[in-house]
């Protein structure tokens, strides 16, 4: 089994900072791409941020130049540093990575954290 556990939402003003963890635990071979999605009220789920396993990463429009997503191996944990946050950043994030389980790939979601930005 492969668990996804985050951590790091909460409530603060607008402008200000969070960092969300996901940490990949479990019994799996390696971790390929993680990644960070949203789904605020009402709207469908969408991709914040990705990146690969050799570390290339990519950003949504909307986060460009505030967010930034990282990962270290080592810890099988992936992190989204949101700066400058808006009001329009408030959602539940869900982490989610593709783990390499006896030979196939498999995706795997986090229960998701809840950041919820004040104007």
């Known amino acids: 089994q492969v668990q996804l556990v985050e951590s790091g939402g909460g409530l603060v003003q607008a402008g200000g900072s969070l960092r969300l963890s996901c940490v990949v635990s479990g019994s799996f071979f390696s971790i390929n791409d993680m990644g960070w999605y949203r789904q605020a009220p009402g709207k469908q789920r969408e991709l914040v941020a990705s990146i690969a396993r050799g570390g290339s990463t990519s950003h949504a429009d909307s986060v460009k130049g505030r967010f930034t997503i990282s990962r270290d191996n080592a810890k099988n944990t992936v992190y989204l540093q949101m700066n400058s946050l808006k009001p329009e950043d408030t959602a539940v994030y869900y982490c989610?990575?593709?783990?390499?389980?006896?030979?196939?790939?498999?995706?795997?979601w986090g229960q998701g954290t809840r950041v919820t930005v004040s104007s």
């Open positions: 989610n990575t593709d783990v390499i389980v006896a030979g196939k790939q498999y995706p795997y």
